[in-house]
């Protein structure tokens, strides 16, 4: 079980970078595609039958939003979508 929590204020979807009229980072597709990248090169995923990704308030938001692009981003890496 990993556990990411949501800091990105971004709903996990962005990769605007920083911007100045709120003088934040929105990278939150970043932070989750390193957090997959991860776990993929530390062979966490490799013997796992399921993939749950949820989140709560935004960060639930984003999960929903970005589902398929997680299934792309495992694709890549070499792993079966979910």
Known sequence: QVYLPYCSSDAWMSEMGFHANFSKWFRGRAIRDAAVDELVAAGLLGSAHRLVFAGVSAGGR????????LGERLAS?????P
């Open 62 to 69: 984003g999960a929903m939003a970005t589902i398929d692009s």
């Open 77 to 81: 890496l070499g792993m079966p979508p």
